[in-house]
């Protein structure tokens, strides 16, 4: 039973039921003329409400959003034994605040952490409205069943045509859904008419089907059949692949060595060209390292008329040994370094071996197993 209805903003009226028969009724007084009339005096407006209370979508077209956007209804109702207090705002709407003994309810509200109330949401509010006045269960099957919103609406009726047939609460109104509903709500097998809408589905399909394959956008039997070869074909063979994968634990991490290595050896591959280009310049500047020729000197003097003394001569002497020995350490000096150069292109060699057989390795062990992500995929 609803008991009582208000809101958060006092300019609504609060509307309390008693037991039996309640009737809202816009009364005329003595001041009234032939231009007064009952409508527009909120009676429909109030059947919106409590069907907004009751998990209806808002109404946008009813409802003035703009004016009342900060005003929360409330609904006073008797659910599974108990009465409950459920807030629903037009701010926001896809929870339901309640207030009550909830400790015995089928369905346990959620708690707001930060604010400290109990809630639902609104499907979960329809699910425990649909437990508690009617009865309804978890369906068996995935559409063309009963649900609250569609039974509720036989009893709380909106709009023109909401009484022109006892059987139906709108226009329009899918034959299924009639059949479902008002088979439950007569206690009759309302499965047999879902079973029914099922069949009908199934034929539209089929027909659909056949017509599609009589104009050609549709394979044929026999092609279909060809299709369904070639793809046990490919299934066999999918079978095959996956029984023999097998499934290393750590693949990823050998993966990941096995591109370490590889950057490893790229990098010691090119040291060893710069080593080697390096190399073939120090080579060649042992070979065409030489003293300078003195002797030319003395004989373009000689030449121009002049004739050295032996303070001068001593002087050449000496600055040929001093050539000399400039060169001499010069050649020494690369000879160490070619050989430091070699010993590292031989060093780097031997890594790059060592390094390209712990890879091969690695790389077998992928090439013959695969990651568990492969296998769920695969």
């Known amino acids: 039973m609803i008991h009582k209805i208000y809101a958060s903003d006092s300019r609504f009226k609060t509307i309390e039921f008693q037991s039996g028969l309640n009737v809202i009724l816009a009364d005329k007084h003595q001041s009234s003329d032939e231009k007064d009339s009952r409508n527009g005096l909120g009676k429909t407006t109030s059947i919106n409400i409590i069907h907004f209370c009751l998990g209806a979508n808002l109404n946008k077209k009813i409802f003035p959003v703009d004016l009342i956007n900060d005003w929360t209804f409330f609904l006073e109702i008797d659910l599974c034994n108990e009465k409950i207090i459920s ?13 009550g003994n909830l400790t015995l309810l089928p369905i346990s ?12 949401k609104v499907e979960d509010w329809k699910k425990l ?14 559409q063309y069943v009963p649900t609250f919103r569609n039974l509720i609406s036989y009893f709380i009726r909106t709009g023109i045509d909401a009484y022109s047939k006892p059987f139906t609460y709108f226009r329009n109104q899918p034959p299924w859904s009639v059949q479902v509903h008002n088979a439950f709500l ?12 099922d069949i009908k589905d199934k034929n539209k399909a089929v027909t659909a089907l056949d017509k599609a394959i009589k104009i050609g956008i549709v394979s044929s039997q026999g092609e279909l059949e060809a299709e369904r070869v070639t793809l046990q074909a490919e299934l066999d063979k999918a079978k095959k692949a996956l029984s023999s994968f097998k499934v290393h634990p750590q693949y990823q991490e050998i993966q990941e060595k096995t591109n370490t290595l590889t950057r490893d050896i790229h990098a010691l591959s090119n040291n060893n060209l710069i080593l080697r280009r390096k190399l073939e310049r120090y080579e060649d500047s042992i070979k065409s390292e030489e003293a300078p020729d003195d002797s030319a000197l003395a004989q373009l003097y000689e030449e121009a008329g002049f004739h050295f003394g032996d303070a001068l001569k001593k002087t050449l002497e000496e600055a040929k040994i001093f050539h000399e020995e400039i060169v001499h350490n010069r050649k020494h000096f690369l ?8 010993n590292n292109i031989i060093v780097h060699e031997n890594r790059i071996k060592e390094k390209s057989s712990e890879r091969a390795e690695f790389m077998l062990v992928l090439q013959t197993h695969g990651a568990l992500e492969e296998f769920t995929v695969f």
């Open 109 to 120: 509200p959620e708690t707001d952490e930060k604010e400290h109330y109990r809630f639902f």
């Open 87 to 99: 807030a629903r705002s037009i701010s926001n709407p896809s929870v339901v605040r309640v207030e």
């Open 129 to 142: 409205l649909g437990i508690c006045l009617f009865g309804l269960s978890t369906p068996s099957r995935p």
């Open 186 to 197: 007569l206690r009759l097998n309302w499965d047999h008419a879902s079973t029914v809408q």
């Open 335 to 342: 000879q160490a370094e070619v050989e430091e150069i070699k």
